[in-house]
């Protein structure tokens, strides 16, 4: 059965790097796979108090900070540029706007770290870090484990606020399915959705591959340009795709 959770790095057999070419993208030297969070850890290496990035409907790039003082946005746009470079701002409207966070990107992957057991519990189908709501996100197939859960975000000390719990649309319809028919349906869906919003034509996005049979992270971007990390999400986001869904690949 597949299951999607943020940061786990399993290579599919046959995928390799190194000048050889990587599984379901074109030939070439890549860089290793990197996760949408870990260009958010890059932000927040530099701007510590960081627990978020990502680009809104309007245009402006939003960032979250434990302390959002006006007087820190050029300090972002840095941190911004060093990590995604000048083309960051390519097609924004050049503004940054700072909200009230209240984890950093390296707590929410902390906690992450802390529940990511649960991805092999019965009933949770996937983990994601939603930069967009500084908050991480469960998917489960079921309101008996919908229940569980704040149970054991307690147990280890994590507040409920910082973990948002959704249950599949299927079963909110009360639609009988089991959970790995579940799992393969909202996979397959992910990839119709990325095909039919032609991701592929993204600028910066250089091929686009669903790998059906990878038991974690179906789907591989190939980046000619780290600057469109954040249209690419935003687009992944509004297509309802989890970025825990997606290894990233930059072209060496």
């Not at 006006?70 to 083309?87: D, K, M, S, Y």
């Not at 939603?130 to 704040?150: F, G, K, M, W, Y």
């Not at 974690?216 to 509004?238: K, W």
Request: overall charge negative.
């Amino acid at each position: 059965m597949r299951k999607c959770v943020l940061g786990a790095f399993v290579l599919v057999a046959g995928l390799t790097l190194g000048g050889q070419a990587v599984l379901g993208l074109t030939g070439g030297t890549y860089t290793l796979p990197w996760s949408f969070f870990d260009y958010w850890g890059r932000v927040a290496d530099r701007v510590a108090d960081c627990g978020g990035v990502y680009l809104g409907d309007d245009g402006h790039i939003h960032v979250y900070l434990l302390d959002p003082d006006p007087a820190r946005r050029t300090t972002v746009a840095q941190a911004l540029i060093a990590v995604f470079g000048e083309e960051v701002f390519t097609g924004t409207t050049g503004m940054i706007s700072l909200h009230q966070g209240s984890y950093t990107v390296g707590g929410l992957l902390d906690m992450k770290d802390t529940i990511v057991h649960l991805i092999d519990s019965p009933g949770v189908l996937y983990i994601d870090l939603d930069e967009s709501q500084n908050l991480l996100r469960v998917l489960v197939s079921n309101h008996e484990t919908a229940e569980l859960i704040p149970l054991h975000l307690r147990a280890q000390g994590i507040p409920d606020e910082a973990v948002a719990v959704e249950v599949h649309a299927r079963t909110v319809a009360r639609e009988p399915v089991s959970e790995e028919e579940l799992l393969d349906e909202l996979v397959e869906s992910w990839h119709q959705r990325i095909r039919a919003a032609r991701v592929h034509d993204l600028p910066g996005v250089g091929s686009v591959a669903y790998i059906w049979h990878d038991l974690v992270v179906p789907f591989r971007i190939e980046l000619t340009s780290s600057g469109s990390i954040l249209l690419l999400a935003r687009e992944l986001r509004a297509l309802d795709i989890p970025l825990s869904a997606v290894f990233l690949y930059e072209r060496e």
